[in-house]
């Protein structure tokens, strides 16, 4: 089969291996997209400390139909499913799964992604072991729902689980600082559960159009052109935003954030910063004296991931205008592309 093979930092390649063995208590998955995530193009560029051993399929935003299905698997999948596979799976006997928290389980294997501890997507065929259909983030699709577009749902699930803290209503407004695909996430979702205005600020005059077309915020900011501060003081009558997501990773942008929220807001560091860079400078009495609440976030939970094909099935939730199909033969133009900021999120078809 034609996979995506990641040799080391920088060194990727599409070439030929041979399928993989249907797991006896898994199903062997036949790849129909899958999503090219920002955490992929940086493990591919810059390699990871978490990968033991390379070579690595990376990939972890995908769906297709099952190919073949383990003669001990006891769950309800038949050949020709469409299915939802997600990335990670816990082990669902430690404190934190029992407490609910599954995305912070010490034992959480990733598929696709992380230290990749089963290969993932960007192949034709993916081994979906067992773990993953008992534990995991695996969900038959409906015949209607749109192979490419549902593969969204696992990027989706991050920023429904970022959300799950925090309190708004249609009063409300919220800043989201990154034109990037989950920057558009955010504003859908928000929009879905009832926030009064959305507000998208970035730098970058092209991702902020595409974002506007996608999910049609409220307000969009180009920073170098305005005032983000004086744009949300206008907005909200000089009190600051309920809630401000950093969606880049980008150190001064999580400084800045602080200066955006109102007393008793919520800030939310939705992406990680690089080993090298990632101290900020945080004035503690801001914090104290605001009454302001910090959120950190981590991938998902289970139950978002089934909410999320929920929502893409029942047309809840439009994603469809953030989609760019590639294929995979044409892989190095597809990284470019999802690295241009030309498009919102390329989805690879093998």
Do not use: W
């Not at 990727?12 to 920002?38: N, Q, T, W």
């Not at 695996?138 to 749109?146: A, T």
């Not at 970058?204 to 915020?217: C, G, K, Q, T």
């Amino acid at each position: 089969m034609k996979a995506v093979l990641l040799a080391g930092p920088n060194e990727v390649r599409v070439g030929e291996i041979a399928v993989p063995k249907c797991p006896s208590d898994g199903f062997l998955l036949k790849v129909s997209a899958c999503g090219l995530c920002g955490s992929d193009i940086r493990t591919i560029r810059n390699g990871s400390g978490k990968i033991k051993q390379y070579p690595v399929i990376m990939g972890h935003e995908i769906t297709g139909v099952v190919e073949d299905v383990g003669n001990t698997l006891h769950a309800d999948y038949k050949v020709g499913d469409k299915v939802a596979v997600g990335s990670t799976a816990s082990c669902g006997e430690c404190y934190f799964c029992k407490k609910g928290q599954e995305n912070l389980c010490p034992d959480l294997k990733c598929l696709g992604n992380g230290p990749v501890d089963f290969p993932g997507g960007l192949a034709e065929y993916v081994a979906v072991p067992r773990l993953f259909i008992e534990k995991g983030p695996v969900k038959k699709l409906s015949d209607n729902v749109d192979i490419d577009v549902a593969a969204l749902a696992e990027p989706l699930t991050t920023v429904m689980n970022s959300h799950d803290n925090i309190t708004f209503d249609s009063n409300d407004t919220a800043v989201i600082i990154g034109a990037g695909p989950i920057g558009a996430l955010h504003i859908a979702n928000l929009k879905l559960n009832g926030i009064g205005t959305t507000i998208i600020a970035d730098v970058f005059e092209e991702r902020l159009e595409l974002v506007a077309a996608a999910v049609s915020p409220n307000i969009v900011v180009n920073v170098t052109k305005e005032n983000l501060v004086d744009v949300i003081k206008k907005v909200t009558n000089g009190r600051g935003a309920d809630i401000v997501i950093v969606a880049c990773s980008v150190k001064a942008v999580q400084e800045q954030a602080f200066s955006y929220v109102r007393k008793g807001g919520h800030v939310v560091f939705f992406g990680g910063l690089p080993d090298k860079n990632r101290m900020i400078q945080l004035d503690s009495n801001i914090l104290h004296y605001s009454q302001l609440t910090l959120h950190g976030t981590y991938i998902s939970r289970p139950h978002h991931f089934f909410k999320a094909i929920e929502l893409i099935t029942q047309n809840k939730i439009d994603l469809s205008k953030l989609v760019t199909k590639m294929k995979m033969d044409d892989f190095d133009q597809a990284m470019a592309l999802a690295e241009s900021g030309k498009v919102l999120k390329v989805v690879i078809n093998p």
